[in-house]
């Protein structure tokens, strides 16, 4: 049971322990400028004192013996004692080659220049800085570590914490295992389904000729949802093919479930949603038919659970570091002026669309039908037919929030609609 996000807090610590050593470096470099403007100042006042009578006339022994007399301060790299002329009369200095900062000052005799003092005064390196303040650097060393270890004791969680986290991922690992269990019968029985059963054909209403004089048939009967993936950053190209398939089939699950709950709820058969298209890298697309007076409402309500099982999907696997996108929803008819069938055209609408967003592109009576439950404005930025008639989904009314809500914890809890 290890602390939580050790890793971040150690990077905290070494950034908190160089910055502390660097303002340590810092204050101790100010500190000593201080200090050794405040000798320079002072010893060249005191030189030009002891040596402004050896200077005119120039006593050179004497001077030196001055000169030596200071130079034996560790902080002077060298003096020299100057002329008038600026004849070197005396130097001293047991670091002469050293750099450092210089301290001048004109000897006056009777307010005459009678010579010049200069004094170097050693400048400390970074290095010499470090070795004299290494016992604070040391300390602040130890400090940190106790930190880290303090860290990792208190932050370790409980053992009652742990069990607790234990639990939760069995939880969620054993509903996820009863979704696709459940996946896994429902394809099975929609197969055993499809091969006793005639399809349908569909009534087409809408006939129009392109310029190639090739005709475009539509079909006016069918409304689409269509849900895709929001990512930006392409993430599903980083991924192993596992991880992404995985998602799929729990994005897949989630679908199959809400379509289930929402059928149910508005009395529509089933066989009247048709998955045309299940989850993948381009995201799904069930079809419906408008036979039956609510079904826009029935297809706006599962984008509508779709979405909020999406977003408690996303908010957890975020939590645990695992791999998951975001969704948006578009539901489209047919468009007759662009030629787009109902599944290309909620496609085409679902594109234009950020994470947790939907749209719908419907005809006057299913938006009439649908005004009461949802709050519609206008899509930003129209382009083309499409988006000028497409209305964004701003909010849904109480019952119908209620009602989305339920259906999202049902399917959280794993709960299966009675079988008719």
Not at 267 to 288: D, H, K, R, Y
Not at 321 to 347: H, I
Not at 392 to 413: E, H, S, V, W, Y
């Amino acid at each position: 049971m290890n602390a939580p996000r050790q890793g971040l807090f150690a990077s905290l610590l070494i950034i908190s322990f160089a910055l502390q050593t660097f303002l340590l470096v810092l204050a101790t470099t100010y500190q000593l400028k201080e200090n050794r403007a405040n000798q320079g100042q002072l010893m060249t006042s005191q030189l030009v004192a002891d040596s402004l009578q050896e200077i005119s006339p120039p006593n050179t022994v004497s001077l030196a013996l001055i000169a030596n007399r200071y130079s034996s301060n560790p902080s002077v790299a060298s003096i020299r004692i100057l002329s008038a002329n600026n004849d070197v009369l005396a130097t001293s200095g047991l670091q002469q080659t050293r750099t450092g900062e210089v301290f001048s000052r004109d000897a006056l005799q009777n307010e005459r220049k009678i010579g010049r003092i200069e004094i170097t005064l050693i400048k400390p390196s970074i290095g010499e800085i470090l070795r004299t303040e290494w016992i604070a650097i040391v300390l602040s060393f130890f400090l940190h570590v106790i930190l880290w270890l303090a860290y990792r004791v208190i932050a370790r969680p409980s053992r009652t914490e742990y069990l607790a986290r234990i639990h939760n991922e069995m939880r969620l690992k054993n509903e996820i295992q009863a979704l696709t269990e459940a996946l896994e019968q429902e394809k099975s029985a929609s197969a055993s389904t499809a091969e006793n059963e005639t399809p349908k054909a569909k009534t087409l209403d809408t006939a129009q000729l392109l310029d190639d004089g090739k005709q475009v048939i539509l079909d006016k009967q069918v409304i689409a949802l269509n849900i895709q993936f929001y990512d930006p950053k392409q993430l599903l190209n980083s991924v192993s093919q596992s991880v992404a398939t995985s998602h799929f089939n729990l994005c897949q699950i989630f679908l199959n479930k809400s379509i289930a709950l929402c059928a149910q709820h508005y009395q529509i058969p089933t066989s009247t949603i048709s998955i045309e298209e299940e989850f993948s890298a381009q995201g799904a697309t069930i079809c419906m038919s408008t036979e039956k007076p609510k079904a826009a409402t029935c297809l706006l309500m599962i984008s509508a659970v779709f979405q909020l099982l999406s977003e408690v999907l996303y908010k957890r696997y975020r939590e645990e570091k695992r791999f998951v996108l975001q969704t948006r929803c578009g539901v489209s008819n047919a468009v007759d002026e662009m030629q787009l069938e109902a599944p290309q055209a909620a496609a085409k609408l679902c594109q234009t669309l950020s994470a947790k967003e939907s749209a719908i592109h419907l005809d006057h009576t299913m938006l009439k039908n649908i005004n009461e439950c949802y709050q519609l404005i206008t899509l930003p930025n129209p382009t083309n037919v499409l988006t000028r008639h497409a209305f964004m989904i701003n909010g849904m009314n109480t019952p119908c929030a209620i009602l989305a809500q339920k259906f999202r914890t049902d399917i959280l809890k794993g709960k299966t609609p009675p079988q008719k």
